[in-house]
């Protein structure tokens, strides 16, 4: 993942981590394969002797521990089995990213976090398509589809980052909520019908094995704009004047690239 990510992703963990650094959680990395040189991940991010770390993704390759057979039905995994799910830089890769977020929902133990990053802008880059961007409603949207509650969402429209502000990262905390047996029902029940639709299998193959329900001790997470507070003190750091170099520097160099690229590649910006 890119800079800015990576940095929002230290964000995440300081607001909302920070009192279970010694607790023993299992965290889910979605979309974890490194794919470029000098790329960042979530393992870095979320590096901890306390806590399991396992990378998945639909192909072997770096930083991938586990690889899912299919990529919208995640049977390696079990239901309600994970702490925290970390998810950087794959919505926009995902072709059908709303059962993606169903399997999160599915995975995630009740009181369970996740953590998604994915561009609102920034140039084409297939991995190996790219069919996505999502705007501030994008996110909150995918929670109320999930059955997920909100627990901070932020898309950066300011460039303080520095280094990735052009893909203005659209950042959501999610968690599953503690739900009673009427909900826990529905929400198991739209899972399998999406993913039996979209597998052609009939429903009761899609349908998960009972899960255990025991709430895992991020449930004591409670919301706040720790993203917003965060974008919002570092542009306070810096003054009017040094923003609008920032910018004028931005855009003198996004017009050296403009002249030194083919006209073919300008019609795809």
């Known amino acids: 993942m890119h800079q800015s990510a990576f940095r929002k992703a230290g964000v995440f963990r300081k ?22 040189d000098g790329h960042m991940s979530n393992r870095q991010a979320f590096l901890n002797p306390a806590w399991t770390y396992v990378g998945l993704d639909i192909e072997p390759g770096p930083n991938v521990d586990l690889v899912v057979a299919e990529p919208y039905d995640w049977r390696e995994v079990a239901s309600a089995s994970v702490d925290l799910v970390t998810c950087s830089q794959v919505f926009e890769h995902t072709e059908f990213f709303w059962i993606t977020i169903l ?16 561009p609102g802008s920034g140039p084409l880059h297939r991995y190996p398509v790219d069919c996505w961007r999502f705007y501030d409603d994008g996110m909150p949207a995918l929670a109320k589809w999930a059955d997920l509650d909100v ?23 999610l ?21 039996a639709a979209h597998l052609g299998l009939p429903l009761d193959a899609a ?56 006209a073919k590649d300008i019609v795809r910006d």
Not at 152 to 170: F, M, N
Request: net charge positive; aromatic share 6%; hydrophobic share 45%.
């Open 175 to 195: 968690q599953r909520p503690l739900r009673d047996e009427r909900r826990e029902a529905q929400a198991a029940a739209k899972t399998a019908m999406v993913k």
């Open 15 to 36: 607001a909302f981590l920070a009192p279970f650094e010694t607790a023993p959680l299992t965290v889910l990395d979605v979309g974890s394969a490194v794919v470029a």
């Open 103 to 118: 399997e999160i929902g599915r995975v995630l133990k009740p009181g369970g976090v996740a953590f998604i990053v994915a």
């Open 207 to 262: 349908l998960s094995a009972p899960a255990d329900l025991t709430p895992t001790v991020l449930s004591a997470c409670t919301p706040m704009p720790a993203l917003a507070r965060e974008e919002e003190a570092l542009f306070a750091a810096k003054s009017g004047l040094a923003h609008k170099a920032t910018q004028v520097g931005k855009n003198l160099r996004d017009i050296r690239r403009t002249i030194s690229r083919p």
């Open 151 to 173: 627990l901070d969402a932020r898309v950066q429209w300011s460039p303080v980052y520095g280094k990735g502000d052009q893909w203005r990262d659209a950042a959501i905390v």
